[in-house]
């Protein structure tokens, strides 16, 4: 049943995420294009994610999902450098590839090497975060 639950919520993530546009790069970095040809139309999709996680937060507290696990815990709102670096990171990846890891894996399908860079990139992102993180941590990174 779990995976089933799985793979239509990926499935509709993945719709949704064509149907908004997020998975074409000209729109995103449209968006990002302030001075030039600015297209706002990607606010209503960060809205129209904002909005129902919002909710979500408000209403799981105290209950546990119907196929078991829990819910996440309310992430610290505390900025520290962790955070920082990591949403310039993120920032500057997504203004560069015009893409974020959902709609990159889901541009996938449509062929080229553009979605596959970025997905290997992603992958190397992804391993060399936890030794990013131990230096981070540790008492030489304040130095």
Not at 51 to 78: C, E, K, Q
Not at 123 to 140: E, F, H, T, V
């Amino acid at each position: 049943m779990r995976i089933l639950l799985a793979l239509i919520a990926g499935g509709l993530f993945g719709a949704g995420l064509h149907l908004s546009g997020m998975t074409n790069t000209d729109k995103v970095q449209g968006f990002l294009d302030f001075f030039g040809s600015w297209d706002p139309t990607l606010m209503f999709v960060m809205g129209g994610a904002t909005v129902p996680m919002f909710v979500a937060w408000r209403l799981t507290p105290n209950r546990a999902p119907l196929v078991g696990g829990s819910f996440p815990v309310l992430p610290d709102p505390a900025l520290d450098r962790k955070l920082i670096l990591g949403a310039v990171l993120f920032g500057m990846g997504w203004g560069l590839a015009g893409l974020c890891p959902g709609p990159a894996v889901a541009s996938l399908s449509y062929g080229g090497t553009g979605g596959l860079v970025f997905l290997v990139s992603m992958i190397a992102g992804m391993l060399a975060a936890p030794p990013a993180k131990r230096w981070l941590d540790s008492p030489q990174a304040l130095a």
